[in-house]
């Protein structure tokens, strides 16, 4: 098969599915140079859908690593005006955001991790804007992912570099099921029906809490807060036009109540926070905060991403992932999190999800907490699940329903 017709398949993908690109629309896109000829192809995929224009915003990680070695952790604690005018004016103007993740695992392996949390901190502080157009519903966006040499090769150590490029790309398009028959728009289209039964066999239930145990130490209970949500499969703005916030996408997800997580959580893969991994890890909570933490690698990134504020050392969010999905089912460990926390159940600490309450999205900031909703500058996803997760969900009068067992699903 033509690897340019799969190529123009995925971008048309990510512009009707992930995006839903409408007639008039800006698309910003955020993309690694690595990654111009996707971005290229979907630049011209959102102008054929109607966009009135594409902007791209480039990056290169060579260069963003001279600034974490030398520039001062002041530069990251500021953020200068053309970027928040950027994305709060293009927010304002309603338009969708892509971005185009290529990343190196080890591009910023040996920086000092605070920058990256400071950075994190400053720009959710001065682009809230842009960031509640995304939390609240407002703006669609989209992550996808095309692969660099750099990436390619941590995924597949010991392949030539062109092999390697090669061998995660037919990784990534089956992920977002891209094949060379059958339409991908339409797959993506079954693909969200299929998660809407299990959803609304969990939102049914509305579990007082989850209690997850497995070989590797992990013992936690976390609370959910009254009338949460699940939602997963794709997401719809307040306007009701339906998008992909990540492709490829496989977790059923919820948010739990910030401060009801009692237990020990051990990692389950490796972790890769801004160019730096975390592997070996766990967190210990006690009402809802990490009280204790270790890490085999990386951890004094752990500790800078618990320290970004104080809700992120609360959790997020509670993700369900069958050891059996598609990707974990490819035995290949991504060093991504858009693939790997498909593969696997994981938690995020850091901010949570409004419509992972009922009737979130139209609650303010306060209302938000009082039900229990947690909020920082950070989301940080971690992969926790292994093929022995058992997970038990506790109704309020104390019924026992099994959710996981070894692994699978039990609903
Ligand atoms: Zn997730």
């Not at 192809?41 to 480039?58: D, H, Q, T």
């Not at 728009?185 to 693909?191: D, I, L, N, T």
């Amino acid at each position: 098969m033509n690897f340019d017709i799969l190529l123009r398949k995925y971008a048309e993908l990510i512009v009707k599915s992930g995006l839903s690109v409408k007639e008039g629309q800006i698309v910003c896109v955020s993309a690694l140079i690595e990654a111009a000829p996707l971005t290229r192809l979907v630049a011209e995929a959102a102008y054929a859908a109607g966009a009135r224009e594409v902007v791209v915003r480039w990056s290169d990680e060579a260069v963003q690593r001279l600034k974490y070695e030398h520039a001062p952790l002041s530069q990251f604690e500021e953020v200068p005006e053309w970027f928040s005018a950027y994305n709060n004016g293009y927010a304002a103007e309603g338009a969708c955001f892509l971005t185009i993740d290529a990343a190196d695992p080890d591009a910023m392996s040996g920086v000092d991790p605070k920058k990256a949390s400071a950075w994190v901190k400053a720009s959710h502080t001065a682009c809230k804007p842009f960031y509640d157009g995304l939390d609240l519903a407002k703006n669609r966006w989209c992550i996808a992912a095309a692969p660099s040499p750099k990436w390619a090769c941590k995924v597949f150590p010991g392949l030539p570099e062109e092999e390697a490029v090669s061998r995660l790309w037919a990784a990534i398009l089956k992920a977002v099921r891209v094949e060379e028959t059958g339409d991908p728009v339409a797959a993506w289209e079954e693909h969200h029906k299929s998660f809407q039964e299990r959803i609304r066999t969990l939102n049914s239930l509305q579990l007082d809490r989850l209690h997850y145990q497995n070989s590797l130490g992990t013992d936690i209970t976390i609370g959910m807060p009254e009338g949460h949500c699940w939602a997963g499969g794709g997401a719809e703005t307040t306007d009701g036009v339906s998008f992909f916030p990540n492709m490829p996408t496989e977790e059923i997800f919820a948010s739990p109540d910030r401060s009801r997580a009692d237990g020990t959580v051990y990692s389950a893969l490796p972790l890769n926070y801004h160019g730096s991994l975390i592997d070996r890890f766990w967190l210990r909570f006690a009402g809802g905060k990490v009280v204790d933490f270790g890490a085999e690698t990386g951890y004094d990134v752990l500790k800078a991403i618990l320290e970004t504020d104080e809700g992120a050392s609360h959790l997020g969010e509670v993700a369900l992932v069958p050891a059996r999905s598609p990707i974990s089912e490819m035995g290949i460990l991504f060093y991504n999190t858009l693939f790997d926390e498909n593969a696997a159940c994981h938690f995020a600490v850091g901010k949570g999800f409004a419509e992972c309450l009922e009737g979130g999205l139209a609650l303010s900031e306060e209302e938000q907490a009082a039900r229990g909703l947690n909020d920082s500058a950070a989301h940080v996803d971690f992969m926790i699940g292994t093929p022995d997760l058992s997970i038990t969900g506790y109704t309020k009068d104390g019924k026992a329903v099994p959710i996981f067992t070894d692994g699978n699903w039990a609903i």
